[in-house]
């Protein structure tokens, strides 16, 4: 009996060696697995149907199987300084988001690698709906295939829900079908990942791929960041960073921490002191980022002049400094602000 269509696997999302599984099993010879690569990720195979270098016995028996996968948004969302909020098929009953963030000669598409977040950071809206599920890299892979402005993307940011480092595998795969000659061949200095600073799968990102990264720090404090962000005890900062010293960041790969300011918590020139302190002798830039104020929350936005100045005393203790731009507050795309959409019910 024929395969009905939701019992059909996604190509979306495998690399070369799993391709050249899908190309055994169906009795395709090895290099068919490249042809496959090359559909997928660089010709943008809408169908199986379209991979014409593929007998056409080849394409029925792999249509019988397996499906390319692709999906495309469900919803958008867009604001008045051009980024826009696409809301994805997630996991768990809990739908995903994606933001693509136009700036001048810039295009950067900020991804979701779970369905919620297990990490509950206090200040984070994709933190407070708990944990739903891990993304696959096919889903990964199709936020960035399947927006309206996938062919002028510059960069992929691995910022959006959940937290990277919590789903290693699938975001591994992700990196491997970005960077790979195969896949979209994109440089690895053109990826982001943020973490919270978990160490052993960081370490296995660090020692496996060559792209960017970026720590969620919040405050130089053990027991101030504990109370913003719970994973401190499991994974202390300075641990972390003990780790980050290991590796080389003045040339290719860059370090960057990320440091949301809120008024009269972290933002007096002791947090910037001891935040210098922390990071002295470590090639590294500090985003400032201005809170992005969610429900129910008692923490405030830190004013405008604070953060000049810390920005400066930061600049002036030799740790470089910059205050990130806030996009997309308007339709709730801005750091800290995702929280994907409940799924309805189905009859």
Known sequence: MEATQTTLTPLIGMTLPQLRDVAAECGMPPFAAGQMAKWLYEKRAASIDDMTNLSKTSRATLARRYTIGRTAPKAEARSVDGTVKYLFEGVGGRDIEAVYIPDRDRATLCVSSQAGCRMGCRFCMTGRQGFHGNLTAGQIINQVLSIPESATLTNIVFMGMGEPMDNLDPVLGAIDILTSSWGLAWSPKRITVSSI???????????TTKVHIAISVHSPFAEERASLMPVEK?????????????????????????????????????????????????????????????PDSDLRTSPADTMVAFRDRLNELGITATIRTSRGEDIAAACGMLAGKAREQQP
């Open 234 to 294: 499991a994974y202390p900062l300075k641990d972390v960073l003990q780790l980050l010293r290991g590796y080389d960041f003045a040339h290719q790969r860059r370090l960057s921490v990320e440091y949301i300011m809120w008024g009269g918590l972290n933002d007096n020139m002791r947090h910037a002191q001891a935040l210098a302190r922390l990071l002295r002798g470590l090639d590294v830039r500090v985003n400032l980022i201005r809170f992005h104020a969610i």
């Open 197 to 207: 600073g978990k160490i052993d799968t960081l370490r296995t990102l660090l020692d």
